[in-house]
Each structure stands twice: as structure tokens, then as C-alpha cells.
């Protein structure tokens, strides 16, 4: 039936809304970017770390909304993560809108296990239309499926695609208009009449105890998911009778000839097999695909592992200098082409304001609150764009599966499995996109864990300071001729650090925080074909964009608050007048050298003053005494806070508070000579070498990084998370600090 | 005892008559096709002997070890 023109738009047009639903590594992500192309719109559902990805299209009648549920094996939700495709299938969401219809989307060459999830659509009495993609690989694979055959048998419409080759859309637009008119097909009614009344039953009972009236999927699924996602629901709802009642009701199935789960799997497959006889043929002969040579290869105990190191370490290569390789032709090897260019943008709008506006808070605001935190938000960009480029094609070609099936083992010594090897190896080089790839973790705990031990890898944002306090502060020594040098193990120490503090919390983190059953691994590994660019860029981009919109909004808001700490109360009169000075002055610079150098001076020292005035200042005395135990003095202090946004802006930030104004780098000889220089007031030398060591290990330790905050809270969808991991990783960095310099006392005096 | 998956030579065939337990592991195996009757060939596998790859209808699939001594096969 045609729709009815709709009120609100006033056009006449009949709109539609799919959900899209398949296996993992059934094409789903070239299908829906073939009929949306790059119109589509990523964000969470509330409350769960679920992706919610909608697009849409036109066509000569209106618009179809395409939701792109999560790649699944099963409707049996075992978490409140995948009771959302459910609940969106069945248009329980509040916020979402009602299906039409559903897309079930399967490889055609491994339709045998592709059509368990959806037999389970099939049940859920809303109209279904079977896709089989991936056509073109059936010859290769030996397999030959009379689809005509097979449509007449379902009942419900069928239509062929390749859509990496975008072969059938067209077809499948058509069918999404036609089956509209198409009754929706009665369920499969696959159990038997005991498994029937006992859902009756339990309808019945939870209506008895006051719970909402449940759609018949949604008993069965209680009834068949042991400890699944509906049964933790209903128990909310109900109450902990709930428990009881299932067990017993399970207990009277199994009496019945109904063992649970195992009756589910059993009565699919079985009517898998009997739809498929006739349709499907295999060949006998042809075992070894293409797919399967490349493997005898690729996850070959020496040639495999071979292959697999020099690949990750291309890629991890590529994430820390990929920027400063690309940037090298344009002049632009030390800072990366992106970071140069954000670096002018960065320095460019900075003296566009500073022409425009009088020097004061407004000034200040923008320049040293806004462009700087924004300059603060795409140096991620480049990292963030090459892993994504790199783990999508990873993905699309099949490789990603056979870094699970290659660190399996050595991954599960941590507690974690396979998936998370490639998050954990990024986040050396920086957390932010490491965190990002860990949507290729199916598994919610596992996702979890790696998240929250991702910031303690070392990143590339901790280097400086530790360049800094080793050059500054450790002396040199060699042994071995020039072999082994002392700066070289410390930074390796400082390094490595994390990633064996990680080894513990990993587990503390499993055993206390996600407790329950090592979850299944058990996954496929796809066959191996070309990556498809669309679907490639596309990620890249999604990534990107997600990052800067929601993540990047939050990073500048934390890089204004801290520059409000920074300014804020202090007065600055005397600060202007000393600069304005120095412009009148600068028009001739030879003829006031000496002048110049003096005010540049005493504007440092005015900086370092104003730093100290404000509410930083102050945070800085007060906690004075909680960080004397770490060898600092309050200056230090007032710098880590300062570094909240961004570990790297301790070196400004002391370089300011040091009154050398905040232009300098951690190998600026003159902030080493002057840090080397500082004392307490009792004239005793403030950095000493356990004072660099706790620095060192404290900055190993801790989460000063507001943009890895910020994308941990986008991808757990709660500041919980966040919040734990500030919490945990600063307690970390205390007590790793103090331990440090308090033994660093013992055996060096201070 | 019964022969179990993990216990399957490599390039030999097996059919599955059951799966252990009623958890998660379990109720994956079984929705990933490892039902009755499945005809189950061992391909390889890691390179320190853990998970193992399986091949099954169409499909390519990775067990550790643990999962899959639960899989009970004939012969």
C-alpha cells in the first residue's frame, strides 16, 4: 500500500525506513555506501557504546532512511549492546524511527551459516528481503545457488548483488518500493508446540507480575538466551522471581524434548539445510580457495609472523612519522605537512587577531584559548587519518581477522584476545585513534579493557618530556665503547613503562571491574579480496569527522577553561603596556637592541608573575603540600596542571613560570640552563635527579591528555569512563612518582 | 572419551555430534553452524598451536583451543 502524503514535509511523497542487518563480513558496509553513498550520520544510541549509523537515498517516490545495524552472527543478545538491534528491529526505541521493512544482507558463497540470523528475522514478523551480495565470488568458490528456486521456497523477494563492484542496486532499490506492497511473511513457527505454550506462559506470568505486555520474539528470546540480555531486562522490570521462573521453566522444556539453547541452533540449521537442498551445490573437488593459498602464506609460523611484524611496523611507523614524511617535499620534515600548515593557520589567524583586537582578555581569549586549543584538536587528524586508512583497508581485505588469529595467544597472557593487538600498538604512538580502533573489539569487556589501559601506552606526546628532564638533568654515560648509552635506557625504561604497569590492571580491571566468563573468540576468517576505496575513504572520513564534531568540541572547551585558570584573576595592565612598548620599539630594531632584550625580560618575568597570580597560581599553592612528597615545589605543580589539555604544554608552561616566556622547545639550551638554575627558597637545587625520574614517571603514568579523555567518553557514551580512567591513571602517576623519588632520595640524597 | 575438535588431524574431516555447555561459548559455537551433522575439516593453525582454523561449509573458522575441546566429533 502506497503511504499516505505526509502532513508535516507537505509533499506527496511516500518515505521509507530499512534497517540493514547482516553477518560480519558479508558486505554490509559497500551495500549501504552503494545505495547512501557518503550521506550518512554516525552517533551512539543513548546509553550503549552501539554505533548508530543512518543514511539515506532518493528515489522517484521520496526518501528511504537506511539504518546500518551492527554486523551480528545472531539475534540472541547477550548484553544491553546488542539487545539494541533488537529493540530497534522490533521499533521499541523511543528515538527511533519504525521500520518499514529489513534488509538481511548474506555472503552468498557461505549462505549455509548467513541464513541463521535470517531465519531469526524471518520471526520477527516484519516484512524481510534477502540479498545475496558477494555474487560474483560464487564460481570462484565452487558454489552454484538457483536463487529463482530459493525465492520461490522463502516466499519473500531475493535480489543478487556484488556490491563492491555496485552490481544490482539498482534491482535492490526496486524490490525495497515493490515489497512494500507485499504482505509481510508469517514466521517461520519452527518450534514445536510445548516451546510455544511455555512463551504463552511466560507472557502471562510477566503481566501477572505487573511487567509490560512483551512481543512474542522477546519471550522466546528470554526463554532461549540463558543469562542474555532480555533476561537481565525483564529481571529489572520484574524483579529477581524472575530467575527462579526461567530455570524451572527451562527445566520443564528439557523434559519436553526442548533442550535449551541447544533447541534453537538445532531446529535453524536443521530448516537451513532442508531449504537449501536442492538449491545449493558445492562442488567436492575445488577445497583449497584462492583465500586459503594466501593463508598457508600469510599465517605461515615463520613467513606469516614475518609478514605481520614488518606490516605493523609500517603502519606504526607510518602513524609517528607518516605526517613528517609526506611533509618532507613541501620543507615541512620537522613539524609534518598537516602539523606545518595548522602550525601557519595556527600562527596566522594568531596575528590576524592580535591586528585587529587591543591587546586584553578578548585577545587573549582567542588567540592563546581558542586558536590554540582548536590547533590542539587537528594535530590529531593526521594520526587519526593514516591508522583508519591503514586498519580499513586491513579490514575490508580480510587481513584484521588474521591479526586476531596470530596474537590470539600471546594477547590472552594479558587477559585480552586477538582483536586487541592493533588498539594497543597504535596507542603507542598516540591513544586517541588507538581508542577509536577498538570498535573492531566485539566483545564489551575486552573493548572496555583496552580502552582504559590504551592511555598508558607511551605516546609520542610524552617524548618531549622526557627528552627534556633526561638531557636537562641525567648525566651521560657509555658503556661498551658508545654502545649503550644512559639517556637511551631511561627513555627506553620511561617507554615501557606503561605498557607493564598495563599488564596488572589489565587484570585487576577483568577480574574486579568486568567480572564473569571468558567470552567466546570463536570468529571467521573472511576470504581475501580487494579493499574498495569508497569504503575505505569513507571510514577514514567518518573517523575523522566524528573526532573533530563531538570530541574536538569538548577538547576546545577544556583548552579555554584552563586558559581562563591561566589568566583569570591577575592584572595584566602592566603586561600590555610592556607589550605595546616592545611594537613601538621593534620598528627599528637595530637601533634599540639593547632595549628590546631588556623588555622582553621584564615581560617574562611580568608572564611568570601573572601565572602565579591567577587561579592556577593559587591551585598551585594549595596543592603545594600534596605534591612535595614528588620532589616538586608548587611551579611544578601549576605546570602539570597546566599540561591538562595536552601533556607537551608543560615544557610552555614552565618555560613561562621560569620567566623565559613560552616560545621554547624541550632542547631550548637556554629552559634546560634555567631549570638546571631553579632552587627552593632555601637555595638548595630544585631538579635534582630523583625530581626528573618522578616527573618522568609520573607523566608516564598519567592521563594529562583532554583529548583522550574526550574520545574515551565518545566511545563508552558516558563520562564514567573517562572520569575512572583520570582518576586511576593520576592515582597511578602519584604513587609511581613518589615511590620513585623517595628510593631516588635514598640512594642519591637530594 | 570422545574425540573432540581440538584433537582433529590437520585436512581431515569430522562430523559434530554435540557441543558442551549451555554459556555463551557454547551458544556461539552452535550459531556459527557447529550443530550435528556439520562437517568440520581442521585448515592450520597459529603459530604457537593456538586458536586452530577450521573450515566449514563455506566458511573459515578460528577456535581457541579451549572452545574447541567442546565440540564433540564422531570417529
Known amino acids: 500500500m502506497p503511504s499516505i502524503p505526509s502532513d508535516e514535509s507537505g509533499s506527496s ?189 511466560l507472557s502471562r506470568w510477566v503481566v501477572e507480575q505487573g511487567g509490560s505486555q512483551m512481543p512474542p520474539f522477546l519471550a522466546e528470546r528470554t526463554l532461549l538466551d540463558v543469562g542474555g540480555a532480555s533476561e537481565t531486562f525483564l529481571s529489572k522490570q520484574v524483579g529477581a522471581e524472575v530467575g527462579p521462573y526461567l530455570t524451572e521453566a527451562r527445566s520443564r522444556l528439557k523434559e519436553a524434548g526442548c533442550r535449551v539453547p541447544a533447541i534453537e541452533t538445532k531446529l535453524r540449521y536443521g530448516w537451513i539445510r532442508e531449504l537449501l537442498d536442492g538449491v545449493v551445490v558445492r562442488s567436492q573437488q575445488t577445497k583449497l580457495t584462492t583465500s586459503d593459498r594466501i593463508d598457508r602464506l600469510f599465517t605461515h609460523r615463520a613467513w606469516g609472523v614475518a609478514i605481520f611484524l614488518v606490516l605493523m611496523f609500517f603502519i606504526f611507523q607510518s602513524i609517528f612519522v607518516g605526517d613528517k614524511v609526506i611533509g618532507r617535499p613541501f620543507g615541512l620534515s620537522d613539524e609534518g605537512l598537516f602539523g606545518g600548515l595548522i602550525g601557519m593557520a595556527q600562527s596566522g589567524l594568531g596575528s590576524l587577531v592580535e591586528s585587529i583586537l587591543p591587546p586584553g582578555p578578548l585577545q587573549s581569549l582567542l588567540v592563546d584559548g581558542v586558536i590554540a586549543g582548536a590547533g590542539g584538536i587537528f594535530v590529531f587528524v593526521p594520526q587519526i587519518a593514516l591508522l583508519f586508512f591503514f586498519i580499513a583497508i586491513l579490514e575490508d581485505c580480510g587481513y584484521m581477522a588474521r591479526v586476531a588469529f596470530l596474537m590470539d595467544k600471546l594477547m590472552t597472557k594479558l587477559g585480552l584476545s586477538g582483536r586487541s593487538f592493533l588498539p594497543l600498538l597504535s596507542s603507542f604512538a598516540c591513544a586517541v585513534p588507538g581508542i577509536m580502533a577498538t570498535r573492531v573489539i566485539e566483545n564489551r569487556r575486552d573493548r572496555m579493557v583496552t580502552i582504559l589501559v590504551a592511555p598508558l601506552m607511551s605516546c609520542s606526546a610524552r617524548v618531549p618530556v622526557y627528552v627534556l628532564m633526561v638531557s636537562a638533568f641525567l648525566p651521560e654515560k657509555y658503556w661498551l665503547g658508545h654502545w649503550i648509552s644512559l639517556h637511551a635506557i631511561i627513555l627506553f625504561a620511561m617507554q615501557i613503562l606503561g605498557a607493564i604497569v598495563a599488564i596488572p590492571v589489565a587484570w585487576i580491571l577483568k577480574r574486579w571491574l568486568f567480572p564473569g566468563q571468558t567470552p567466546p573468540f570463536v570468529m571467521e576468517l573472511p576470504a581475501y579480496k580487494w579493499p574498495s576505496w569508497r569504503v575505505v575513504f569513507q571510514r577514514v572520513w567518518e573517523r575523522i569527522s566524528s573526532f573533530v564534531g563531538r570530541a574536538g568540541s569538548l577538547i576546545l572547551v577544556t583548552s579555554i577553561l584552563v586558559w581562563a585558570a591561566c589568566y583569570f584573576p591577575s592584572d595584566h595592565t602592566r603586561a600590555i603596556e610592556i ?172 | 572419551m570422545a574425540r573432540t575438535l581440538d584433537g582433529l588431524p590437520i585436512g581431515e574431516e569430522a562430523r559434530v555430534v554435540d557441543v558442551h555447555g549451555e554459556d555463551a561459548i557454547a551458544i556461539r559455537l552452535m550459531e556459527m553452524g557447529l550443530v550435528e551433522g556439520a562437517l568440520v575439516r581442521r585448515m592450520g593453525q597459529a603459530p604457537m598451536g593456538d586458536p586452530i582454523e577450521y573450515a566449514l561449509h563455506g566458511s573459515r573458522l578460528i577456535l581457541r583451543v579451549v572452545e574447541a575441546n567442546r565440540v564433540e566429533i564422531d570417529g
Open chain 1, 13 to 201: 511523497v511516500a518515505n521509507l525506513t530499512i534497517a540493514l542487518v547482516g553477518n560480519p563480513n558479508t558486505g554490509k558496509s559497500s551495500l549501504f555506501n552503494a545505495l547512501c553513498g557518503m550521506n550518512a550520520r554516525v552517533g551512539n544510541f543513548p546509553g550503549v557504546t552501539v554505533e548508530k549509523k543512518l543514511g539515506s537515498y532518493r528515489d522517484g517516490l521520496g526518501e528511504v532512511t537506511v539504518i546500518d545495524l551492527p554486523g551480528t552472527y545472531s539475534l540472541s543478545a547477550r548484553s544491553a549492546d546488542e539487545l539494541v538491534s533488537v529493540d530497534i528491529l522490533l521499533s521499541r526505541l523511543p528515538d527511533a524511527p519504525k521500520l518499514d521493512g529489513v534488509v538481511v544482507i548474506v555472503d552468498a558463497a557461505n549462505i549455509e551459516r548467513n541464513l541463521y540470523l535470517f531465519s531469526q528475522v524471518r520471526d520477527l514478523g516484519i516484512p524481510v528481503l534477502l540479498v545475496l551480495n558477494m555474487w560474483d565470488r560464487l564460481q570462484e568458490e565452487g558454489v552454484t545457488i538457483d536463487h529463482v528456486q530459493l525465492q520461490s521456497k522463502l516466499g519473500i523477494p531475493i535480489v543478487v548483488t556484488s556490491a563492491n563492484k555496485r552490481k544490482g542496486i539498482e534491482a535492490l532499490r526496486q524490490a525495497i518500493r515493490d515489497w512494500k506492497r507485499s504482505p509481510s511473511p508469517a514466521p517461520l513457527s519452527l518450534f514445536p508446540s510445548p516451546f510455544i505454550d511455555e512463551c504463552e506462559k
Open chain 1, 579 to 750: 607589550k605595546s612598548q616592545i611594537e613601538r620599539l621593534a620598528e627599528e630594531p637595530s637601533k634599540n637592541e639593547e632595549e628590546l632584550a631588556k623588555l622582553h625580560q621584564s615581560l617574562h618575568e611580568e608572564n611568570s608573575r601573572l601565572i602565579e597570580a591567577s587561579f592556577l597560581g593559587s591551585c598551585g599553592k594549595i596543592i603545594a603540600p600534596v605534591v612535595r612528597p614528588l620532589g616538586w615545589d608548587w611551579r611544578i605543580g601549576v605546570s602539570v596542571i597546566a599540561s591538562f589539555p595536552a601533556r607537551e604544554v608543560i615544557i610552555a608552561t614552565l618555560g613561562t613560570i621560569y620567566s623565559l616566556g613560552g616560545d621554547v622547545s624541550e632542547e631550548d639550551a637556554g629552559l634546560k640552563g634555567t631549570l638546571q638554575a631553579a632552587t627552593w627558597p632555601d637555595g638548595s637545587p630544585l631538579f635534582t635527579i630523583p625530581v626528573a625520574l618522578s616527573i618522568m614517571v609520573f607523566f608516564a603514568l598519567c592521563a594529562q591528555c583532554a583529548a583522550t579523555l574526550m574520545v574515551i567518553w565518545r566511545e563508552t557514551n558516558s563520562w564514567r569512563w573517562p572520569i575512572f580512567t583520570f582518576v586511576y591513571m593520576t592515582t597511578l602517576a602519584y604513587f609511581g612518582a613518589m615511590l620513585v623519588y623517595q628510593t631516588g632520595t635514598l640512594f642519591l640524597g637530594r
